[in-house]
């Protein structure tokens, strides 16, 4: 009988003062937390921390600042794709990969599938590469300088962000933000 009361007075109290304001839907700050700004290429959390890159890959950096055109043609790269952020990757990543012989052997091969980050993040849409020769933590630096080249030549043009990421089975994930 007091269990009872007690749960009344408690039944009131909910009904008649809704309480504080919980302010915004905390799914809606996380969403946009997660989306980058446009035009962004981030790494961050995809393979780890710290270690220095390889010296071609800091090279590929330079390069992609200050002599995109000349990367971009000593890779391949000859032409502007279009489509959605993914598919101008996916086909810029493409053309070095089957243009180049250092990116062949560094890289088996990309292509757009879903997918799974090592945090267990599903991705309906991503763009898998899978690393040949090369260790994850580079290969996706090298990637990611690349894109940033493409991006600073006016090969690759963002309507979003495009996040680097780990897959489960070992490969780079790449996904539209």
Known sequence: MIRESIFDILREDSSSDPGPD????????TKKKNTLPKGTISTKGAFGSGGRPQRFVANAKAR???DPRGLLKDLGISFRPSGSDLDQALDILNQAIHNNSFMSQAYVGANENSSKTVEGEKIDKSIVVTVGELDVKNGVRFLANTLLASKNAGFLNLKGGLQFSQGLSGNIIIYSQ
């Open 22 to 29: 919980p302010g915004p839907d905390p799914e809606a700050k």
């Open 64 to 66: 992609a600042d200050k």
